[in-house]
């Protein structure tokens, strides 16, 4: 399965390379491409700088299409190209993930209406207003409604991963990732200690 992972710039490290490490245990089951609106070399603050195809290659969506998150979305999300292509490939993916403030992109588009997602708590209160309609959760690790999986920050991609494994491949290979990558998965979606964060 292609995972086909969204960049712009100014994405979060980890919201990419937390995901890209689980599903690249599996490197016989996934195979990773990064992806942008105009292609070309993308970067972010950290000084990391990936390589991209355009978005517009994606023809008729991806096995998995990951939107990620950082401090570009609050840029991005009145990018109407952007919001445009992520509207077109999601409604054609088998399975649209999105990591940290990237479910504001996704809520933009008005996929996520009447679904249930959660977000970054520290920015929760920001996604939101990109959604109205969408049953955003507040105490989440993350969320999966139908073939959207959202998550909460940064690392809580990480999780989010493992539980699509789960899902996908049985509880027993999720852990076994996990262990190689010697992480303590969150394998309980309402184990959210970050919740009350940023609440006003």
């Not at 990773?32 to 700088?49: A, C, E, M, P, Q």
């Not at 998995?64 to 409604?91: C, H, K, P």
Request: include cysteine; hydrophobic fraction near 40%; proline fraction near 0%.
């Amino acid at each position: 399965m292609e995972v086909a992972i969204m960049l712009f710039d100014e994405f979060e490290t980890l919201d990419v390379f937390g995901p890209v490490e689980v599903f690249g245990r599996l490197k016989n089951d996934y195979k990773i491409k990064f992806y942008s609106l105009s292609g070309g070399d993308i970067s972010n603050s950290h000084g990391v700088t990936i390589f991209t195809k355009k978005l517009e290659e994606i023809k008729a969506g991806a096995d998995i299409f990951l939107i990620t998150g950082g401090y570009g979305t609050r840029t991005e999300v009145n990018n109407v190209a952007l919001l445009n292509a992520i509207l077109e490939i999601s409604e054609w993916s088998k399975y649209v993930l999105t990591v940290c403030t990237g479910s504001a992109l996704l809520a933009k588009t008005g996929l996520l209406d009447f679904k249930n997602a959660t977000t970054n708590k520290i920015a929760f209160d920001w996604v939101i207003t990109n959604g109205n309609n969408v049953n955003w959760v507040r105490k989440a690790r993350w969320v999966v409604d139908g073939k959207y999986y959202t998550s909460s920050g940064v690392s809580a991609g990480m999780d989010m991963t493992l539980n699509f494994l789960k899902d996908l491949h049985g509880i027993v290979i999720a852990r076994q990732v996990a262990q190689q990558i010697e992480y303590e998965w969150t394998e309980d979606s309402n184990n959210d200690n970050f919740s009350q964060e940023g609440k006003t």
